[in-house]
């Protein structure tokens, strides 16, 4: 079985920054993409970016580019999204996933998720 355990959101102002991290245990060998979504009210969950890390190969969703960086510690089996310049928009519950591979930003593709943390920006 796989687990994955998400940390590291919280409340900020406008134009701050959080770092999440979503750490992986179990049977994760062959999951080598790895993808963060989010889901905000009144919307369905939508992706926000995925790490390939067998090739380092990253994905954002348009509105995050230039903001927010994924990124993968193979040993630690460990991935993070680093949010900077963050925006009331941004607020939601962030959640990570697992998956073999695929369309990044297609819930449908991943097998494993994370509990989801809580991402609120406000004055």
């Known amino acids: 079985q796989v687990q994955l355990v998400e940390s590291g959101g919280g409340s900020v102002q406008p134009g701050g920054s959080l770092r999440l991290s979503c750490k992986a245990s179990?049977?994760?060998?062959?999951?080598?993409?790895r993808g963060w979504f989010r889901q905000t009210p009144g919307k369905g969950r939508e992706g926000v970016a995925a790490?390939?890390?067998?090739?380092?190969?990253?994905e954002y969703a348009d509105s995050v580019k230039g903001r927010f960086t994924v990124s993968h510690d193979i040993p630690e089996d460990t991935s993070f999204l680093q949010m900077n310049n963050l925006k009331p928009d941004d607020t939601g519950v962030y959640y990570c996933?697992?998956?073999?591979?695929?369309?990044?930003?297609?819930?449908?593709?991943?097998?494993?998720w994370g509990q989801g943390t809580q991402v609120t920006v406000s004055p």
């Open positions: 790490i390939r890390y067998g090739s380092g190969a990253t």
């Open positions: 996933a697992a998956s073999t591979g695929g369309p990044w930003d297609q819930e449908r593709i991943y097998f494993y």
């Open positions: 179990g049977r994760t060998s062959k999951l080598y993409l």
